[in-house]
């Protein structure tokens, strides 16, 4: 979510108000980039000290969907009239993308499963040329090029694909459940009746929490961890303020200011900023996990970043898929994703 943690976002303009205006908008798309950025360095430490990676997203979404609840009291509204999205959301855009994405950190560096994650865009393209049988343009096409070129100096193929396999393939599970919460996203844009992004968050928080209770079976969690201290590249972290910062700053903090900020932005913008996402996690990872990437990783990173951005902002108009809510690919609960 990361997932994802790809942050356009549709709405009517109803519902959360800040001071209009680009600069308001592209300050608080900073702020959600980061936010969403810091989930999975903050999560791999709780992981390591014997969390399981399921336990952590099931923390992590119940946690932001008690703090979410007001919303959905709000617009209780949406489980008569979008019940489909709500479900769908909550199952890929949410459980989907963290459990993927929480259970790839486990195994690969953070920053190399978000930028596997931000092969989603090319993934939409590809959804919408062979499955819907729509014309992608040559810029399309180029971004999806660019990306998997990216992420083949990512991974390194030239050295036999000297990471973890299974990773990869929990990570590209991620990058899948966002092609889901894109397509899912889709709903009503013909008829223009799209529903309020964070009473979708809200309610796709609460779908999750009940999906990941059964998955991830929270009963038998080590919550004595959650009292200890987690290491962070050597420096012991409180877990439970780990854990606050998973909940409050790189969840409900990162999606309310993505929401609010893509009503001030263009989507171009948005989804430029969305793009920091990535190196923010990849750059907090180095500096406090010590997961260093090599030169031709960075660069690979770059151009992975580079050809996603272009993917998703050449998508066809006529019944473009734009997603209800602001996130990172891992990171976003949605998307983004991140989440996480």
Not at 56 to 68: N, Q
Not at 194 to 209: E, K, N, R, S
Request: hydrophobic content about 55%; charged content about 10%; proline content about 5%.
């Amino acid at each position: 979510m990361h997932t994802s943690e790809s942050s356009r976002a549709a709405g009517d303009g109803k519902g959360v108000g800040v001071g209009d205006g680009k600069g308001a908008g592209l300050g608080l798309a900073l702020v959600s980039a980061l936010a969403f950025g810091g989930s999975g360095v903050a999560a791999k430490p709780l992981i390591e000290a014997g969390l399981d990676p399921l336990h952590v997203v099931w923390l992590r979404v119940a946690g932001a969907a008690l703090v979410m609840l007001p919303l959905a009291v709000r617009h209780r509204a949406l489980l008569r009239s979008r019940p489909a999205l709500l479900a769908g959301f909550g199952l890929l855009g949410v459980a989907g993308v963290q459990a993927f994405y929480f259970a790839s950190i486990s195994r690969i560096p953070v920053g190399v499963a978000l930028l596997v994650e931000y092969l989603a865009p090319a993934l939409v393209l590809g959804w919408v040329r062979f499955v819907q049988r729509r014309p992608v343009t040559r810029a399309a096409a180029l971004g999806v090029v660019l990306a998997v070129g990216g992420l083949a100096c990512v991974v390194e193929v030239w050295s036999g694909l000297s990471f973890d396999a299974l990773g990869l393939l929990l990570a590209l599970g991620a990058a899948c459940c966002q092609v889901g919460y894109f397509v899912l996203s889709d709903q009503g844009s013909d008829s223009g009746e799209v529903p309020d992004p964070l009473g979708v968050i809200a309610y796709g928080l609460l779908v999750g929490t009940a999906v990941l209770t059964v998955v991830a079976r929270p009963w038998t969690m080590a919550f004595s961890v959650l009292a200890q201290r987690a290491d962070m590249n050597g420096t012991p972290v409180a877990a439970g303020l780990l854990l606050g910062w998973i909940v409050l700053i790189a969840t409900v903090l990162a999606y309310v200011t993505g929401v609010v900020s893509v009503r001030r932005l263009s989507p171009a913008i948005a989804g430029v900023v969305a793009c920091l996402e990535a190196v923010v996690a990849t750059v907090l990872a180095w500096v406090l996990l010590g997961e260093h990437l090599s030169a031709p990783q960075i660069v690979g990173g770059a151009v992975v970043l580079l050809g996603a951005f272009i993917a998703q902002s050449s998508t066809p108009a006529k019944g473009s898929v734009e997603p209800v809510a602001a996130g990172g690919a891992e990171s976003r609960l949605p998307a983004r994703e991140n989440a996480a």
